[in-house]
């Protein structure tokens, strides 16, 4: 068995994509490892950049797109590494982050997954730590606008220090082998986000320690591959987070967060709709057409 399997599932993300494995080959490696491109059936081309271009890559080409959690158990059921990282393709690796959080891992057995420090395309800190969801942390987010206190976002985080967390940031995680096998693959039900949310809370429940390990530093450019449909991922978000809602809690708890959920959303339309009055920007007006699109599935559901 090989060190370390790297995972990418592509859709639609050619020219990021490009810049993501080029990073990643620059990167120190002290341990043996294998890149695996999952390509959603993108439109643009990317399998065959990745054949012509990176020809050392282990493609697998699906005809439609099998979504992300789904594409990713493919490429972890034909990869062989005792480690496998999950990697988006909009991100770039610094300072040999890989081989850093591969090192890190390998000296502490009781942590099954592991996410580096993110930061956006302009060089700010991402948050990508986060509380699994509670009724107060949707009460605080979403009814009373508050980001942070009792929200899924850590209060006053330090992200200099490593720290077990309940959730990481999905857009880099890497994982132990042992703990896949012990705790399951991801869950297809989730076609996108919410995904790691449900691996980490399965891992944790199963003894795992979820850590944020700063040492290793990777750039998110976030939404590379859904920037064009972004009503319907906006709409996949709240509709991943109901499916964990379901799963993870009682019928009763499970239906008052998604009154929570559906209340914030309605909210914030209303809000919207009076704060456009008075000041009808672009940004302000996106908002309101997300929110309204959000709106809408909740009243056909």
């Known amino acids: 068995m090989i060190d370390l399997s790297i995972i990418i599932v592509n859709w639609n993300s050619k020219d990021v994509l490009k ?18 491109v999952v390509d959603n059936g993108s439109s643009d081309n990317s399998a065959e950049v990745i054949e012509k ?23 972890i ?9 999950l990697l988006n393709p909009d991100t770039i690796i610094l300072n040999n982050a890989i081989e850093k959080m591969v090192d890190f891992l390998s000296k502490n057995k009781d942590i099954g997954i592991l996410g580096p420090k993110i930061f956006r395309r ?7 730590c986060y509380r699994f969801y509670s009724l107060s942390s949707l009460f605080s987010t979403k009814i009373l606008f508050t980001r ?10 330090d992200y200099n220090q490593t720290k077990e967390v309940d959730v990481v940031a999905g857009a880099c995680l890497l994982i ?8 399951g693959l991801l ?42 449909i972004q009503e319907e991922m906006d709409v996949e978000a709240y509709r991943s987070q109901t499916k964990f809602f379901n799963k993870h809690f009682s019928k009763k708890k499970a239906k008052a967060m998604k009154t929570l959920l559906f209340a914030g959303v309605l909210l914030r339309v209303i809000v919207l709709n009076f704060l456009i009055c008075f000041k ?22």
């Open 77 to 85: 059921g034909e990869s062989k590494g005792r480690y496998v990282l």
């Open 176 to 183: 132990k082998r042992e703990m896949i096998k012990n705790v």
């Open 19 to 36: 810049d993501c494995l080029n990073s990643i080959y620059k990167s120190r490696f002290n341990s043996e490892y294998e890149i695996l």
């Open 148 to 157: 942070f206190g009792k929200g899924w976002f850590y209060k006053n985080f």
């Open 187 to 228: 869950d297809e039900r989730f076609f996108m986000y919410s995904e790691e949310a449900d691996w980490c809370f399965r891992a944790k429940k199963s003894g795992w320690k979820v850590v944020f390990y700063p040492e290793a530093e990777i750039i998110h450019l976030i939404g590379a591959s859904s920037e064009n």
């Open 280 to 301: 009808p920007t672009k940004d302000n007006k996106r908002r309101l057409q997300k929110y309204r699109t959000v709106l809408k599935w909740y009243l056909k559901h």
């Open 122 to 128: 302009d060089g700010s800190l991402q948050i990508s």
């Open 53 to 75: 271009q990176f020809p050392h890559v282990r493609l697998i080409k699906n005809k439609e797109n099998a979504g992300y959690a789904q594409a990713n158990n493919q490429a």
